[in-house]
């Protein structure tokens, strides 16, 4: 029998198969290749972004009652709750070792924040709060020039 064209597909094609076979079952028992696509505590830390979505949801009618000015030396947030504990965390994307965070107690309803301390470019501010077990959550970027 003579080799042809017909001949030539058909072995490609067991090739083709053989190669494919070869290579799911090295990368299946390969130890090196931890190919899970679940992470080890999936359901608590759905808990913690489903409460953190709820904090946000919770925060969306306080989002544009909570202002702020900013002038040459200061950063002034204001119109925020009333006698409630407040963290502010202040984030900056290109730069990590700046971001802080700041707890305030029972404030009348204003946080100033020292210009000085903020670079320029764009920070992301997350106000967060309690209130009878219900926690809100608030996030304001601003860019400094």
Same mark, same amino acid.
């Given at each position: 029998?003579? +080799?042809? &064209? ?6 490609? +094609? ?11 079952? !090295? ?13 080890? %505590?999936y ?19 306080? =989002? @544009? ?7 040459? %030396? ?8 009333? /006698?409630?504990?407040?963290?502010l ?10 971001? +802080?965070?700041? /707890?305030?107690?029972?404030?009348? @309803?204003?946080?100033?924040?020292? =210009?000085?301390?903020?670079? @320029?470019?764009? &920070?992301? +501010?997350?106000?967060? &709060? ?6 809100? !959550? ?8």
């Open positions: 029998m003579k +080799f042809h &064209w017909g001949h030539g597909i058909i072995l490609s +094609f067991i090739l083709f198969i053989c190669f494919i076979g070869y290579y799911a079952i !090295r990368i299946q028992t390969s130890p090196e290749q931890e190919h899970s696509l679940v992470i080890k %505590n359901y608590a830390d759905e808990l913690k972004t489903e409460a953190l979505l709820t904090a946000l949801k919770n925060g969306i009618p306080w =989002r @544009d009652s909570i202002q702020f000015e900013q002038d040459s %030396n200061s950063l002034l947030f204001y119109n925020l709750p009333k /006698n409630q504990a407040v963290s965390n202040g984030y900056r994307a290109s730069d990590a070792t700046i971001d +802080f965070k700041k /707890n305030y107690s029972n404030l009348v @309803d204003t946080i100033k924040l020292d =210009r000085k301390v903020l670079v @320029d470019g764009k &920070w992301k +501010f997350i106000l967060e &709060w309690e209130v009878h077990s219900k926690k809100y !959550r608030v996030e304001k970027e601003i860019h400094f020039n």
